[in-house]
Every structure is written in structure tokens, then in C-alpha cells.
């Protein structure tokens, strides 16, 4: 293929992607937004009961009171923590079982922004016999930072390593290992920690519960191998690109972001990688998981994890594949299951569900961003049929009544 004709035909493929973001854009934008009726009744028609008082009202000036209160009820918390008083006003959950209190849970929270969503998602998960470390971008305001630092003390009581920001200053970037080193971090400090705790659950400040800590605790307890939940699968040919050639960070604004906040990007090299270390199976998966303790360890302290963790520095989206590559290797290597039955056994609770953007089951109501739908009230009947932990992705200044919602439902 000639030069000229290859750059027409580059040309046109950008030119028919920017049409296609558009129509994206449009549709996100101009879709009808369902009224709380047809939601109700979508609700009925699934069999879903409807516990959300938002949903409940009929009139406007109800409806924008039930959200009022509540909205008045974060902002005179983050006023208090603004102000390092400890809120009063907390809605944690009161009563816990005795299963959940026989099964401690650790949590890392990736955060970088949108105080309100994660003061709905820390309230949603929270238990006083849980440990949970917080990972803040190092590109995050100071006054969100603050906020949570302050949040997390007012929780710790005289536990004083129940609740803490981690103490690594990490630039989260979105794609890059960076992500994979956070969470890695949280994980090493959770393990020092002297708190018991069984699991490791590992979410992003963006995401909320579609279950509460004791449905997750139940689903732990069916476990029927030694390390948990992990996503995994065999790598297609695009996923296996990833690995193949060394990927670099580069400073400066990503030409695919819309958005200011994000000014770092991952770019591949022309520098083949070595094949993976140890003669280990790459795999992927989602980035979520929940692990035992002892394949915690493993992950951590293993030279097996050290060296694949030193390898997936320079990969992309290196925390996909970092903890399926080392459940598959654990399971198999030292003969526990076969690769099939391992295989299956690891896959059988999703920890975490995303729309993306080419579903063609699902009508994204809220807004597209990154290929993946973020989302509103009239994306809640659809969400609320999904079987799996965390829900991906929610944003307050889209719409905050849609967590709000699920914040209630999970209550019951």
C-alpha cells in the first residue's frame, strides 16, 4: 500500500471514529430520560420491590425536597470536615450479623474526586470490624483530601488503624501500572496491619454497591477455593498486544481525554518485552477481586508475585491481568485444580459490572465517558438485574439521585 493512499485511508478512519464519538455524544445527550412512573413500573414488571423514596414521590417539589435533605445532609458534613469536626449525621448501617462479624474484610478505595459519591460509597460499605486503606491520587485537590483524611479519623474511634489513607503519593493514571501500584500499596499496608481480616476487596471511589456487606459476606462464605473471586480470562489478540511491546508514560494532555483533570497518557514503544517471568500463563480479567488472605500473601511476598508485579510495570491496564495470571498460576502450579475446574471456580461471582458503550441489550440514560455508560435514575431497572458487587460508574454532578436510590435499597 502506497504512503498517500494509506494516509487517505488513516484520514478516513479518523474522520468516520469522530462521526461515530459524535453520534455517541448525541445520543447520551438527547436520550429521553424515563419518568419516575415508567421506573416504578419497570421496577413491577421485573418483580424488583421499590424501597427508594425518590421513585416513591409523584410531585416535582416532593421529589427535589426528598433530594434536598439529603443533599443539605453532605454538605453540612463536609462542612464539618471542612471545619475538622467530626459530622454527626453519618448513615452507617446499625445492625450487623454474626456472620459478618465472624468475616472481617479488608478494603482498598481508589479515589480522586466527587466527595459526595465517596461519602455514599464509604457510608454503603463501612462496618466497624472492617479495615479499609484509601488511596488518593496525588493530582486530587488538597481540600478533597483533606475531607477524607478527616472522614476516615472520625471513623477510627480508638482503633487507629481501622480507617487510614495510604501512605504512598502515587499519580493514578488511567491504563498505566500506576493503578496496579496503588492497589498493591493498599494491599501491603492492609497485610502489616495488626486488624484480623479474611478477604481483600479491592473498588474505586466511583463505583457502589448493588448488595450490602452481609450478601457480600454470604457469597464469600460459598467460596470453594482457597483464594476468592477473580475475573479471569483467556487473552484475545488485542489484550495479548498489551504485553508484547513496552508501553511509556507521557506527560501533557492525552489527544483521546476530554477531560482536564487527566493530563498523563500511556503510549506504546517499538521495544519488544521479554516473555513473561517464570514461565507463568498470561491471563485477564477484571480489575476487582475478592482473595483470601493467604493468596494476599502470596500476591505480595511470593517471588513469583514480586517478579510478575516488576515485569507489568511498563503493560497496559496491568492491574487486568496482575491478579488472574497469579489465581490461575496458584491454583494450578501447586496442584489444587486442574486449569478448568479453576478456571470455573474463580469466575463464579462477577465483583464488579460495567455497561459499555456498544452493549446492545442496554440504553444508556446517562452520559457516555471512556466507552462506558456513567449512570442515572433510568438506568436503575436495568442495573438493579445484574448479579455481581460493585456497580461501574456513577458521578454526583450527573446525577445523584440514582445512588441515593441503590443507597436505600441495599438497607433493606
Not at 469522530?18 to 455524544?25: D, F, G, K, R, T
Not at 429521553?32 to 421485573?46: N, V, Y
Not at 511476598?301 to 492491574?319: H, K, Y
Request: aromatic letters at 10%; charged letters at 25%; a neutral charge.
Amino acid at each position: 500500500m502506497s504512503f498517500v493512499r494509506w494516509k487517505k485511508n488513516k484520514q478516513v478512519l479518523f474522520i468516520v471514529s469522530v462521526i461515530a464519538l459524535c453520534c455517541l455524544v448525541i445520543t447520551s445527550i438527547c436520550g429521553l430520560q424515563p419518568t419516575r412512573e415508567q421506573i416504578r413500573e419497570k421496577l413491577k414488571t421485573l418483580g424488583i420491590e421499590n424501597s427508594c423514596k425518590v421513585l416513591e414521590c409523584d410531585i416535582t417539589a416532593t421529589c427535589d425536597t426528598v433530594l434536598d435533605q439529603e443533599v443539605n445532609r453532605i454538605q453540612t458534613i463536609e462542612d464539618d470536615l471542612a471545619n475538622e469536626r467530626c459530622p454527626e449525621n453519618l448513615n452507617f448501617i446499625g445492625e450487623i450479623s454474626s456472620s459478618e462479624k465472624n468475616m472481617p474484610l479488608a478494603f482498598s478505595i481508589m479515589a480522586h474526586r466527587d466527595f459526595p459519591q465517596f461519602l455514599k460509597l464509604f457510608e454503603a460499605i463501612y462496618r466497624p470490624q472492617n479495615v479499609y486503606c484509601v488511596q488518593i491520587d496525588s493530582k486530587s485537590k488538597l481540600e478533597f483530601r483533606k475531607k477524607v483524611d478527616k472522614l476516615l479519623s472520625c471513623v477510627r474511634a480508638n482503633e487507629e488503624e481501622r480507617a487510614f489513607l495510604s501512605k504512598s503519593n502515587i499519580s493514578l493514571v488511567w491504563q498505566h501500572s500506576s493503578l496496579l501500584e496503588g492497589d498493591l500499596s493498599c494491599l501491603t499496608q492492609l497485610l502489616v496491619n495488626r486488624l484480623p481480616w479474611n478477604y481483600y476487596i479491592n473498588i474505586v471511589g466511583s463505583e457502589f454497591p448493588l448488595v450490602g456487606n452481609a450478601q457480600l459476606v454470604s457469597k464469600l462464605e460459598s467460596v470453594r477455593n482457597p483464594i476468592g473471586f477473580v475475573h479471569i480470562k483467556y487473552p484475545h489478540k488485542e489484550v495479548a498486544d498489551r504485553w508484547k511491546y513496552s508501553h511509556i508514560l507521557v506527560e501533557g494532555s492525552s489527544p483521546f481525554s476530554f477531560s482536564p483533570f487527566y493530563k498523563d497518557y500511556v503510549v506504546r514503544t517499538k521495544i519488544e518485552k521479554t516473555l513473561p517471568p517464570n514461565g507463568i500463563k498470561m491471563m485477564y480479567g477484571l480489575k476487582n477481586v475478592a482473595i483470601s488472605r493467604e493468596f494476599s500473601e502470596f500476591c505480595i511476598n511470593s517471588e513469583e508475585g514480586q517478579d510478575l508485579r516488576e515485569w507489568l510495570l511498563d503493560v497496559q491496564t496491568s492491574i487486568e491481568h496482575f491478579y488472574p495470571t497469579l489465581a490461575l498460576y496458584y491454583l494450578t502450579h501447586k496442584g489444587i485444580f486442574p486449569e478448568k475446574d479453576a478456571y470455573e471456580l474463580l469466575n463464579e461471582w462477577k465483583m464488579r459490572q460495567t455497561i459499555w458503550f456498544n452493549n446492545p441489550n442496554f440504553n444508556c440514560y446517562g452520559k457516555i465517558k471512556r466507552e462506558i455508560c456513567v449512570l442515572s435514575l433510568g438506568d436503575l431497572p436495568s442495573i438493579l438485574q445484574m448479579d455481581g458487587y460493585m456497580m461501574n460508574k456513577f458521578d454526583s454532578d450527573l446525577d445523584f439521585s440514582i445512588v441515593h436510590c441503590l443507597s436505600e435499597m441495599i438497607r433493606q
